[in-house]
């Protein structure tokens, strides 16, 4: 079974599938393929997470595939304006780890090589594929910002205009730096042609990343962390990742009897979303990279912790509490395969189209992830060099007596462990299946980015009784279209009792679920 946001991706994971790949082979595929038809939401010049379960060796691994902030960057340099900015080649400060990521796997797991499993990406770089509903959305609110580079612009603005829907769409320099991977390994773009020219469009226009920065790179194999919900044991990515937000928002809601809790009622939404709030509040005061800062997960992860916070939570009455400006702009994937490997995984420019600066001839659209990062010293997730940022990706699994049940996640920065939790109560609680799950009416709380919210946007197919007790409880109510794209893009595969694999992929994006 293979889940992701466009068909395109998930039948490049089939197709490793089908010749003899593993999950892992099929994974690598599939991110890479999506780097290519979906280069809104994901690129090579972002980050991306994994979860990885290895059937034969019975071992649960996490990779953190994300970059580091260049050993030049501090506050200081950005002390005039007083910001990081969003856009542009000072927004891109961060180096991207996805490259690395799809190495770490494949020398890890993999049967295929490099070659072999960034065939399909290669392939629609170079020859074209039909340009996405969700792409051309994407690209004529991105527009102007698109249009400030010329490097950005001849690609993603051909002819200097938006395509339609349905037209080819190519990318022939992106292209050339997959078959420079496929051919040379990850070395080629740290160490070799593709390192030198992205760090020299960088000192032309003013940007901060070293040669050096690229060549020391590394992304980590990390211990997963955990909580029990019930009879599940629920993984996550250790932080950078924010993952820990969805463990204790669980710890908070095992505390309720969902038997009595219909889904849909007023008590489903104002539970969830009161719970992951005491999760965020937490969360924007600890988390960053953890090698700069001590994140005590002992007690946000405890049980009794869990209860203290759920004793806080009013039936009747939102807690007052604003979002910080998180991105959005993500794909998650899944992949099972015939042995039963698992890989759980996500990847992300950060905002639609990243820094939107292409770096020279390399078609690569750099990520904005280290724009996240704050100028108050005192500040946790404070910049300094060579340090990972506050992450938002956050890939997960939950495990059923020892083995993947349900494999599952989101695009959406604030809103993924929203949608994270909303999937896992309704698979575990109301016995839906992942279709089911993920096409139920959604919301989210706060904002994804721009300015701070306490708005709940909420899907106009919830009943209006609920809305109008939550607005009643004060929630700050805003309703939204059927299936709207700002719920984010959610999978989820799950693997039954008998070993049957249930996908199901977001009806708000251009995915596919495909299984055999």
């Not at 004793?311 to 794909?331: C, M, R, V, W």
Request: include cysteine; proline fraction near 4%; hydrophobic fraction near 35%.
């Amino acid at each position: 079974m293979v889940v992701s946001p466009h068909y395109l991706a998930s039948a490049a994971g089939a197709r490793i599938l089908e010749k003899g790949g593993n999950a892992f082979d099929a994974a690598v595929a599939v991110s890479a393929c999506l780097a290519v038809v979906y280069p809104h939401m994901t690129g090579i010049g972002g980050d991306s997470f994994w979860l990885t379960w290895h059937q034969r060796d019975g071992k649960l691994r996490a990779y953190n595939g994300s970059g580091r902030s260049g050993y030049q960057l501090d506050a200081q340099h950005y002390a005039d304006e007083g910001r990081i900015p969003t856009r542009g080649i000072r927004s891109a400060i961060t180096v991207p780890g996805m490259v690395d990521s799809w190495d770490a796997i494949l020398k890890e797991y993999g049967r295929f090589s490099f070659k072999e499993v960034l065939e399909p990406a290669i392939t629609y770089a170079l020859n074209g594929f039909p340009f996405s509903p969700d792409q051309y959305k994407n690209t004529t609110l991105a527009q102007s910002v698109l249009a400030e580079t010329e490097s950005t612009a001849n690609i993603y603005l051909p002819y200097g205009k938006v395509p339609s829907a349905g037209q080819k769409f190519v990318q022939k320099d992106l292209g050339e730096s997959l078959i420079k991977i496929a051919e040379n390994g990850r070395d080629v773009f740290y160490k070799g042609a593709i390192a030198k020219e992205i760090v020299t469009y960088m000192r032309e226009n003013d940007g901060y990343l070293l040669f050096d920065d690229f060549a020391d790179h590394y992304g980590n194999w990390v211990e997963p962390i955990s909580t029990t919900y019930h009879d599940y044991t629920v993984y996550q990515v250790p932080p950078n990742s924010q993952g820990f937000t969805a463990l204790m928002a669980l710890n908070i809601l095992e505390n309720y009897d969902f038997s009595t809790i219909k889904h849909g009622s007023y008590e489903y939404y104002h539970l969830l979303i009161e719970a992951l709030k005491k999760a965020f509040r937490d969360r924007n005061e600890v988390l960053t990279d953890p090698e700069f800062s001590n994140i005590p997960l002992n007690k946000l992860l405890s049980k009794h912790y869990g209860a203290e916070l759920a004793q806080e939570i009013q039936y009747n009455k939102a807690h007052e509490f604003q979002s910080e400006p998180l991105g959005s702009d993500t794909a998650y994937a899944a992949v099972v395969d015939e042995e039963g490997n698992a890989v759980s995984f996500i990847q992300s420019l950060y905002f639609e189209f990243g820094s939107a600066i292409v770096a020279g001839s390399t078609g690569i659209l750099l990520q904005n992830r280290g724009s996240f990062f704050s100028l108050d010293s005192k500040q946790v997730n404070y910049l300094q060099p060579h340090k990972r940022t506050f992450h938002t990706l956050m890939p997960a699994m939950a495990f059923l007596d020892g083995k993947p049940s349900i494999l599952y996640g989101t695009q959406g920065g604030e809103g993924q462990p929203q949608t994270q939790t909303a999937l896992i109560t309704r698979i575990i609680h109301y016995g839906m299946n992942p279709q089911e799950a993920v096409s139920e009416p959604r919301w989210v709380w706060g904002r994804t980015w721009g300015e701070q919210t306490e708005e709940l946007k909420i899907e106009e197919r919830v009943n209006d009784h609920v809305c109008t007790a939550l607005v009643k409880a004060g929630h700050l109510v805003r309703k939204v279209h059927a299936y709207d794209g700002v719920m984010g893009h959610a999978h989820a595969i799950q693997i039954d009792e008998q070993g049957f694999r249930i996908g199901g992929t977001d009806p708000r994006c251009d995915g596919a679920a495909l299984g055999w």
